[in-house]
């Protein structure tokens, strides 16, 4: 099992851009696809993207594609969404997660980090 970092994100402007990462701990990153997730304010937690193990394939929430990307550095125990031309709605709390696939957004560990805050103003 790994241990997840989320960073990244902050307050911008609507229209504007954030990277956030996150930052894995474990020897078995690489063999996981990956996910990231968000929650806004009393709201459930949705997924966002996901990216295969070899970061080769990525798949994304309708809300987000065209805007959004996400990418992964296994070398690093990193994982990345590029986030671009922000909208309010996308203020939310950003979380990632291990998929069993990239074509599934369950996540595989029951145990979330603190997250990352991101707050797009209108």
């Known amino acids: 099992q790994v241990q997840l970092v989320e960073s990244g994100g902050g307050l911008v402007q609507a229209g504007g851009s954030l990277r956030l990462s996150c930052a894995a701990s474990?020897?078995?990153?690489?063999?996981?696809?990956m996910g990231w997730f968000r929650q806004a304010p009393g709201k459930g937690r949705e997924f966002v993207a996901a990216?295969?193990?070899?970061?080769?394939?990525?798949s994304y929430a309708d809300s987000v594609k065209g805007r959004f990307t996400v990418s992964r550095e296994n070398a690093k125990n990193s994982v990345y969404l590029q986030m671009n031309s922000l909208k309010p709605e996308d203020t939310a709390v950003y979380y990632c997660?291990?998929?069993?696939?990239?074509?599934?957004?369950?996540?595989?560990?029951?145990?979330w980090g603190q997250g990352t805050q991101v707050t797009v103003s209108s």
């Open positions: 997660n291990a998929l069993r696939y990239y074509t599934t957004t369950e996540p595989l560990f029951s145990s």
């Open positions: 474990g020897r078995t990153f690489s063999s996981y696809a």
């Open positions: 990216i295969s193990w070899s970061g080769g394939s990525t």
